[in-house]
């Protein structure tokens, strides 16, 4: 079955505590992505790739690292977490084309930071 | 800078009733406009994406259209089911930010009432 699988789905965790929220998906596609969901501010991106070893911020990139070392999977770091940083966040992928493709998204990570 | 707006932000219906969710934006210069769907708990479902060249796309009882020169486009449900309940985003990937760039909608949160 072709997804994007994220993990943990939920987390609770201190100020400060390393994490990393993983994500791979099984369709070989080209373009990753992560965004966050937070009320009343809708969806918006924090990091995106375009292929292995190829990375560049989205709009809201401050206080997360990722890497894509490998094609299936885009890791999103929180190295030094922050209140401001709980919400939901997930991942997306879709194959590269000039005209756009649907993106395929998984089922989110609820991040509580206190 | 891409911006897209959704209007209403909730919307509530008696089932069997034929419905319209609106979404607008400001850079008509886009390479798709997409729909989704955001069940509670879970991530996006690409519903239906119009190329910036169509006019409209059908799936089902889901019917989208795009009008680029006003900035607009619908999505019509028929026949609506409790099932159909959900949050409804949009999204709009501008020309110059790339074709997976989505810029996303606050979405409208639908209820079916049985």
């Known amino acids: 079955e072709a997804q994007v699988t994220q993990n943990p789905r939920y987390l609770i965790t201190v100020t400060g505590k390393k994490l990393t929220v993983t994500c791979s998906q099984n369709?070989?596609?080209?373009?990753m992505s992560w965004y966050r969901q937070d009320p009343g501010l809708g969806l918006r991106q924090i990091y995106y790739?375009?292929?292995?070893?190829?990375?560049d911020k989205g709009d809201v990139p401050e206080g997360y690292k990722v890497s894509r070392k490998e094609k299936r999977n885009f890791p999103l770091i929180l190295e030094s977490p922050s209140p401001n940083q709980t919400s939901l966040y997930f991942c997306?992928?879709?194959?590269?084309?000039?005209?756009?493709?649907?993106?395929?998204f998984g089922d989110g990570t609820r991040l509580s930071i206190l | 800078k891409q911006e897209v707006t959704q209007i209403p932000a909730a919307l509530s219906v008696p089932e069997g009733e034929n419905l319209v969710l609106n979404c607008s934006f400001t850079?008509?210069?886009?390479?798709?406009l997409q729909w989704f769907r955001q069940d509670p708990g879970k991530g996006l479902t690409s519903l239906l994406l119009?190329?910036?060249?169509?006019r409209e796309q059908t799936s089902g009882r889901l019917n989208a259209s795009l009008d680029k020169s006003s900035g607009r486009s619908t999505l019509y449900i028929a026949a609506s089911q409790p099932g159909d309940s959900a949050t409804y985003l949009c999204?709009?990937?501008?020309?110059?930010?790339?074709?997976?760039?989505?810029?996303f909608g606050q979405g409208t949160r639908l209820t079916i009432n049985p």
């Open positions: 999204a709009a990937p501008p020309r110059l930010q790339g074709a997976q760039k989505l810029v």
């Open positions: 790739s375009m292929n292995v070893e190829v990375t």
């Open positions: 369709m070989n596609h080209e373009y």
């Open positions: 850079d008509s210069a886009i390479y798709n």
């Open positions: 997306a992928s879709s194959p590269i084309t000039g005209i756009g493709q649907p993106q395929h």
């Open positions: 119009i190329q910036s060249s169509q």
